[in-house]
Structures are given as structure tokens and as C-alpha cells.
């Protein structure tokens, strides 16, 4: 069975870090795998690949009637029938005994994959549409980026159709056209789910994709299409092009792959031009059923943006799928340099304004007396704990609490139990950035004002804030803006393909919310800035006309004209590495006036074991004079990715060297004249003396320019040799004890022989283990306890033995020669785990009953877990490429 790993975007705020370990008795009991129990996605063969069948209907037919032969119970729950694209179903089955990937016409089986809904990474609602104090002008994005310069030039995306898989549409907002249907903006879509579809129910589909309870696909939408006449001076990208909502998420819950494949395909057969999807999870690989859609509907010539996910703070090699796949557009997050924010008035005595983060002021007319929970403005914890009982009412004040150490909502409790309803708390040092506190008036504002107004408290002055219900808006200047959010993924795929591609702003995006949730509001994430580039290709394309060749070469024409980006605001520091910012920030004014043409965008020189080291691109001069250029190296930070002393990646943000690649390139300057092209040979030689242990990712650029205009090619490889990095977690890192291990029917550790009975629904052996990278396979087999193989993990020295036996020669190797009952499960592109003990920490794989994973029963017997994970760019032929574990003894006695 082929089987890849998604997990659910993860709403970033901080770093989750891991302290204590977690108590074993915290895993809740049954198999936690991010799949639907028993959904599965079946690729066929196309009527392309059988001659003599006429249509894809009969495709499918002979498919149900040979399962139907073989007496198999399932419902195909969705039918794919876009050759070229994906042929096949998605199917529930009733047992899986009677079925086999080896069913005739069988292409693959994967299981069906579980996608969180989007979660924005901070959000803002603005209360009220009519409010008088509006918000300066958001469009620092497009000022960075290049698209007011198109706008200028009347260059707004018209003529071009776009179609946005997420929550659907509040298209009667009025800057979304205020309608449904032809002649609207919305011109069309369907909602694949309804409302009330939460991942795990049946989807009921209707052909209106209104979302008005949920808000995501709205906000998407306006940095689209939002109409540029509105109070608020934003607008989309590309205001003139025609929307497709398809909506995929219900009011609440998950969505699964079918569903987003069943829309990739809608998308495609529609006829849209570009398709733009801003969700995903962790997955690592390039292999997932959607992401390989995804890819091939990219490959034909549509466009397909797809978030890079929000995962950064977990560090390298979580890449995000489907934005994994290969010829999509995998999109990172640049962080606004201009948010719009509030300034409070400070009285009782002579002081500049307070910029608190809110787009909007907080709804409150008369001005507050502070009260401050604490003189000390160096206290860490303060008001983490219950306030002290000589704390007057705070109900007249607004209360100043200093951040730190307890999430903002225990203070807030803390300060609501004496009675407050407003605070401001003031930072300490993290950052300048939107908080969740819930549905409590309070934000944050800076350190020096914090302490200021806590300094005034203190000295007994009888200071007073207001808030100004017009006039306040300020377009404060971020000064930490302009970099790569922090939250971005971080690839390389463990496949080595380099994601993210690009860049595009998506950190404190103002844009549309329904109608009902206040029509405005900020939101950040990978997910805002998806659409932005989803935006520039409609501009693309609207420019240079919409044939499949302008779709199938954008990505590369963006990532050659984009701009580099920093890893810090710091002189000195290396630009950002590619793993996390792509080829760079977007410029789509660039990529449409560039009249030199460079191909490839990206060089992946891979790693040490399959070096491709000599590389070559083109340079084309499409212009109409002579022109001269000149090449240079520009080496970009080397992310040192994995913790040292550990195996473990590095949390994000990964920590960068100055180390850098050698490059020799056949030429560094040279003549082109008008439509001459030529071939530029480049030779890398990797940093020397990195610690191959810490899997160093290299990466730069190769920058061409001439008198007027710079155009770069980005390179990536790393100097260490995948296959030497170990895959399952052997250590007790995270439960204190040492993993895998198999957990008996009380949820303990097992840790001798123990005889399950499958009764009582609890008396079942589980497996818990935990992958520190990605394995391309993992396979858990049933083997005889007294079996003579020597595991490569956490060998006992009571069990010695040789290798193994070889009792049967199979043709595939010496894994094969590994004598096994049978199979228990298998996992093919399987991601890394991450190191929250809540959100995919860790995997168990129940085995709730004696049965292999074909569905036979297990006879009574004494047995043992065989756990094997394929090392990446292994050969799943050479057990010695495998890393293994045997659990102890496991009775079968039913
Ligand atoms: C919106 O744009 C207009 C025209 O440029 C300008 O006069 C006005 O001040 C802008 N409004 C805001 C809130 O920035
Ligand atoms: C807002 O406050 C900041 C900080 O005091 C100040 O620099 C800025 O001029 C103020 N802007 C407005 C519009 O009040
Ligand atoms: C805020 O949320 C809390 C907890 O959900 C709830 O008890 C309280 O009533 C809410 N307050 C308001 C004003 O909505
Ligand atoms: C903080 O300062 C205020 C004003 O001077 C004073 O009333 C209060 O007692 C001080 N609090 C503590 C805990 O010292
Ligand atoms: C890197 O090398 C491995 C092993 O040959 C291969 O499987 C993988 O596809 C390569 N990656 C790229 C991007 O070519
Ligand atoms: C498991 O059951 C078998 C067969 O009934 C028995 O021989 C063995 O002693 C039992 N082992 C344990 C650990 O109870
Ligand atoms: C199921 O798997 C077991 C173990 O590999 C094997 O012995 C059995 O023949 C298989 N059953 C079917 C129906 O294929
Ligand atoms: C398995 O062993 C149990 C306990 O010895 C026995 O009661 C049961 O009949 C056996 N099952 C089979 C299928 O032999």
C-alpha cells in the first residue's frame, strides 16, 4: 500500500520547547495515524495506459466488478476521471480481507489523509465596517512586490480565471462583487462539503460556496480580488479577475484528501487558469495522492499556488504537503513592513502616543486610570498567578501586565477575577505582534511604553489613556517587517526538492472577512500569502497571454526575478536560506518586464552521496539592444539543521553559518544580442570542514546582471549524506523512556513477554514510536518470538543472535530474506514526527485485533513487533539500509 503523512497546518504562536517529558499514561489509547479509518484512494490505470477500452466509465466499472468478484463490501464515496490527471475513486471498505493492491488495473492505494482546517497564525476581527477611524492604506505589499506599478498601468489581472479551494466565499461583501454567479467576481465554484462537514462526516454537496461562518476563503479572496474603491484604499493583486470559489471546508472540523483532489480535478475540468490552496500539513515528501495531482494539473500548464504551511518553528525537513508537490508553487510568508495599528492618548501628563496592535480602537470612549499589576518592570511572571487579595476592583482601569512565562489568557483570568475588562500588556522583548487573547479587550504595545506607563503608576502620577475613535489609525512602520515569517516551513523535502519556491507577503495582511464577522480583519500565515502570488500569476498571465507554456514556465520566470531577502535586519548577517525563503521575494513587475530570460530557477546539487555538483542554465536576451552581464556568487546562510549532540532537527529559526559553497561558472561576463541565448556551466564544490552530523543545507545564488536589471538562479545541496541520518527516535527524549516501545492493555510499557486476549475491547497490544526524519518506508511485521535477528535499535544483550536467518529466497533481497509471519502495517513517505506531545509528537498503531494487514486472522502464538524504517535514499531491497526494533514477547492467545 502506498501511504504518505499529513499532518494539520499547526497554529504557530511560540515555539512549543520541551521541558519535562510526558507521561506515557497522556497517549489516548487506539492507533493515532493522520488517516480516515478506512477510506482509501485507489489510482487506476487510464484508458491511455489499456488499449481496447473505450471510455474511463468502463475503467471504473471493471474495477468495482472485479472487487465485486472477489466479494469485497465497499462504497465508492468519489469517482476521478480526468486522464492525463488522476483516473481512479476513492472508496470506504467494508473489510479489507478480500482486497488486494493487486486487484487488475490497480495503479496504487493510498489511504485517505486528514487535513486541519486553515489556521491563520494571529487574527484580528474588526468590529465595525462604518467605524470612523479607518485604517491607513494596507498596500506596502504591493508597493514591495511590484504590483502597484502594474495597477498604474491599468494592469489588473481582467480576462483571467481563478479558482480558490479554502472555507468558500462571502461574496456579498461588497468588495467581492456583492453577488453569485455570471457577471459577479464570484462567478462560480461549488461547495463540495456544506456546512456542516467536519472531515469525518459525509460531505453534502450544494452548488452555493457562501461562507458566512467561517471566514478564511474570504480573507484569501480579497487579497485577490478585493475592489480597490473602499474607505479601507486596499485592494487585490488582481481585482479584475474572475473568482471560482470551491469550497472544501464545512463551519468547522478537517477536510480529507478525497475531497481536495475531487476539487484540484473540478478546478481543472472548470477551465481555471490558476488554482490557489492555502492549506496543507506536514508531510515532508513529494509522494502524497494530492500533492502528486496537484503536480501533475501544474505540470499541464495551470498554475497552482500552494501554501508552504506554518510550521517553522519545528524547524527543517517539514515541508507541507500538497504545496510539496513537485511543479506546484509552494508559497512562503514575508512579514508586512507597514502594519496598520491604533495610538492611544496618554493624559496626566506630556507624552507621545502609544501605538497599541489593533487595526481598529478598542471600543471605549472615556479615559481609563492604569493599573499596574506589578512596580517591577523586569517581573517575569507577572500576573500569572492568582492576584493577591489586596488588589482593589480593577473594573475602572485598564490594568498593565507585563508578558512572560504563562499564555496571555492565564493572565487575563488571573486579572478578570478582581474585575477587569481591558489591559494592555506590554512586551518583553519578543516582539511587536498580534496576541490571542481571546474574546478579552486587551493587546499588546511596546517594551518602553510599557514600562513608561508602569513607571508613571508606580510614582503616583494620575495617568490616562483614551482611545480615540477616529484619527488614531497609524501605519506603524514594522521595523522587523521585510523578512521571511518566522513561521514559515522550512523544506528541503527529505525527496531534496526545493520548497518553498517563493516568497510573497503574508505576515499582518488586512483583507476581507464576511459580512457578519465585521467585513475586515488581519490575518497572517502562508495562507495570506498564497493568493498574493495566485494574484501575480493572473497579472502574468493576463500580460503575456494564457497559454499552458506561459503557466508551465512561471514559476521559474518568479523565482528568477525575485528579490533576495535577509536572515536578519542585521549588517553583516547571510541572506535568508532557500530552505525557508525560496528563490525570494516575489516581484511581479520584474517578472513581467524581464527581458533576460534565465532557466532553471532552482539547481538541487542534492547531497553528498548523489552530488550533482555540474550544473548548467541558459541566459536569454529577449530584449532589443546589446547587453552585457556580469555573474556573481551569492552565497546565502548554511541552515545547520539538526540540534547538536542530538539527531534531532533543529527548531526553527534554524540557525545559519556564513559557511559557503565554492562555484566556478564557465563564464562570469559575457555579450548577449536581442533574442541571443546561451549556456552558462556551473561547478559547486560544497563547504569543507562542516559537521557532516548536523546535515548542513548550503544554498545561494547565482546572480546575472546587466545595466538594467538583475536576474538570479538559486542553488541548494547538502554537505552530509542522507542516508547516514537515523530515523526512529531510540531515546527517551520526549516520554523518558526509551522508544519504540509496545504499550500493554493498561497503556504501560510493555517490558516482558505478555499474553493479549482481544477481549474486553481493551486487552491489545499498541506500538509507540516516534521518527526523528523521514522514511520513504515503514513497515511493522509480525515475526516469531524466538526469531534470530539482531534489531539495529536499542539491541538487548539477552537476546544475542546472528543477522538473521534465511530461510526463504525471495527476489527482493536481503530484506525479504527476513522471515516474517506476516504484515502489520505499512507506511510508505512517511513524515517526521514534531515535538508537541499534543500535535503529532509521536505515532501509535493500535492492533485492536489479531488480524495481519490483509485482515486474516493471527493463529495463537508467540510473536514479536518487527519494526523497520527505510533510511532515506535507502534501497528497500538491503535490510542493512533499514534501521529496526523488536518489541518484546506478544502472546496471541484468542
Ligand atoms: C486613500 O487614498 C486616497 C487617494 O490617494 C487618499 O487621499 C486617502 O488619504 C487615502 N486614505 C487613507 C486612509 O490612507
Ligand atoms: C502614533 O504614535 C507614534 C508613537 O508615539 C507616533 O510616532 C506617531 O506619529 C503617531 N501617529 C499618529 C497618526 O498619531
Ligand atoms: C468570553 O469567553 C468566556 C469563556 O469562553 C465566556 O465565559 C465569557 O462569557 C465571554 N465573554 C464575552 C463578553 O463574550
Ligand atoms: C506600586 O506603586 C503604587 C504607587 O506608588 C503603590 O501604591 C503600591 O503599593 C506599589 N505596589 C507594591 C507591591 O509595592
Ligand atoms: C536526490 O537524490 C535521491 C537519491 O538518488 C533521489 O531519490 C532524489 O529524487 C534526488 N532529488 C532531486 C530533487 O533530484
Ligand atoms: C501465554 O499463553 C501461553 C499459552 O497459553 C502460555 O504457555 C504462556 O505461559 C503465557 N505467557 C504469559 C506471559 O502469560
Ligand atoms: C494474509 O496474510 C497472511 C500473512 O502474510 C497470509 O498468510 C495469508 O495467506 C494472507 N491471506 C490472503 C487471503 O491473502
Ligand atoms: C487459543 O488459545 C486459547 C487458550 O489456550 C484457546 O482457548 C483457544 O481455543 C485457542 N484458539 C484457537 C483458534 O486455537
Redesign the pocket.
Known sequence: MRTSSFRPFIHIVFAWCSLASVPLSSIRKGTDLPFAANKFIVELDSVADITGKRSGVAVHERFYASLKERAVGFQVDKEFDAPGIFVGAALTLEDVIHFSSSVEGIKSVSPVQIFDRPAPVFSHVVTDINDAAIPPDSQSTHILTGVDKLHAAGITGAGIKIGILDTGIDYTHPLLGGGFGPGFKVVGGYDLVGDNFDGTNTPVPDSDPLDQCEGHGTHVAGIIGADPINAFNISGVAYSSSISAYRIFGCKGYVTDDVIIDALIMGYNDGQDILTLSLGGAAGWTESSSSVVASRIAASGTIVTIAAGNDGSYGSWFSSGPGNGIDVISVASLDNTVIPLQNATVGGVVHDPITYFETFPFPITVALPIYAISNDTTVVDDACSALPDSTPDLSSFLVIVRRGTCPFTQKLANIAAKGATVAFIYDNGNGFAGISVGNFTATLIQAADGEFLVSQFTAGVPVTISFPQSGGAYSYPDSAGGLISSFTSYGPTNDFFFKPAISAPGGNILSTLPVNFGSFGVLSGTSMATPFVAGCASLLLSVKGKGSSIGKTARTLFETTATLVSSSHTDGDPWQTVTQQGAGLINVYNAIHATTIVSPGELILNDTANFQGLQQFTVQNTGTSVKSYQLIHVPAGTAITIRPGTFFPALGPVPLTSDQAKVWLSRTKFTLRPGQKTTILASFTAPSELDSSLLPVYSGFIQISSDSEIAHVSYMGLAASLKDQQVVDNTDFLFGVPLPLTLDADGNAQTGPINYTFTNGNDYPSLLFRLAFGTPLLRMDLVESNIDFQPTLNARTSDPGHFFTFPHMHNGGSFARVKIVGPLAELDFFSRNNEDPDNFGYNTIAMKSPVFANGTAI??GSYKFLLRALKVTGDPKEEEDFESWLSPTIGI??
Open positions: 493463529p495463537n492467545v484468542v
